[in-house]
């Protein structure tokens, strides 16, 4: 038994590793990309950037539904968006210049939040209504496709016409292209930029396989398991990618790259729908995934509020939201745990 559990814990480390080196390597690829493709960093990071990164994630999520798993599969999306959004409080801690959201304006940010909002209410609506199904999954699943593409295509066209600009001030890092960008080597950068999509998707199989057996042995129960161990060893990508966009001055790409993943996983939830076979998942979920739902929501409108307050300061030189963001982190997995075990 001791020899399976150390067997486990190491598949689930070296995962996790890999999935943060392959992280580390995005970054790069995906800022040259964004000037290269002339889309922006802020729309680049969502879509493509937050979508690579959210690769084990949701391969997580699909696996555990597969293997009869609701929980945990619904959970590892949800604690995935609450940690990523942890993860700027990181990259607002790294930047020392000014509070990070203050420094990254941008409108498609401002987009990217409004839409993850909307998503995560459509999923509460799925587990408080009725339990329906039509052709094996719930009614707000396509609901749930079609309104990230729509606001994806809104958010596109506000970039070609906006309505609505960032006041500049001295702290504001705008998203430019490098004065050396070509496209040169693009082709390559394109085929290394999928071959680590490959890696990412395989090292998040192993890695949630490797969860699925540890949950039980620690005596923890698929909510917390997918909140806390699938959820942000899934999310590393996430949180390396914006470390590294802090640090190369690529703000804009920082922040959009968590909010666009964050979006891009509330389709985590609709896709383990799809494989779930054995009726809707968001009403097999226990307590613990509206709860971590209506955590999300509230994070992510703090983080919202200062987007567009843009404080350009405050304690260890970051904004009000990031010490309320985090402080609803610790008092909400306090919540979770609490629950998981009445």
Request: hydrophobic share 50%; glycine share 12%.
């Amino acid at each position: 038994m001791l020899e399976s559990l150390g067997a486990q814990w190491l598949i689930f480390g070296l995962s996790a590793l890999v999935i943060a080196v392959i992280g580390t390597r995005l970054t790069g690829m995906a800022d040259r990309l964004a000037d290269q493709t002339g889309l922006g960093e802020a729309f680049f990071g969502a879509v493509f950037l937050g979508a690579i990164t959210s690769l084990p994630g949701i391969t997580a999520s699909v696996v555990a539904a597969i293997d009869d798993r609701p929980q945990l599969a619904l959970s590892n999306a949800l604690g995935g968006i609450a940690a990523q959004t942890v993860f700027l409080v990181i990259g607002d801690l790294v930047y020392r210049r000014a509070n990070l959201e203050h420094a990254a304006a941008s409108l498609e940010n401002l987009l990217q939040s409004t839409l993850l909002i909307a998503l995560l209410a459509l999923l509460l609506l799925a587990q408080l209504g009725p339990e329906l199904t039509i052709w094996g999954m719930h009614p707000v699943t396509p609901l749930l496709f079609l309104s990230y593409f729509f606001g994806q295509r809104l958010i596109m066209q506000a970039r070609k016409d906006p309505m609505w600009r960032p006041h500049i001030t001295g702290h504001t890092r705008r998203d430019e292209p490098d004065e050396d960008c070509d496209n040169r080597g693009s082709g390559r950068l394109w085929a290394a930029f999928g071959a680590s999509a490959v890696v990412i998707v395989v090292a998040g199989w192993a890695l949630t396989k490797s969860a699925e057996k540890l949950g039980p042995a620690l005596g923890l129960d698929d909510s917390i398991v997918g909140a806390t161990m699938t959820g942000i060893a899934t999310s590393l990508p996430e949180l390396v990618t914006c470390i590294a966009a802090v640090r190369r001055g690529a703000l804009t790409l920082a922040v959009g790259g968590i909010l666009g993943g964050n979006a891009f996983d509330t389709l985590f939830a609709g896709t383990a729908d799809i494989a779930y076979r054995d009726g809707s998942l968001y009403h097999a979920a226990g307590p613990g995934e509206p709860w971590l739902l209506t955590m999300a929501m509230l994070m992510t409108a703090v983080l919202l509020l200062g987007l567009l307050r843009r404080e350009r300061g405050g304690p260890a030189n970051i904004g009000f939201e990031s010490l309320t963001v985090l402080l609803i982190y610790l008092l909400g997995m306090w919540g979770l745990y609490e629950l998981g075990q009445t």
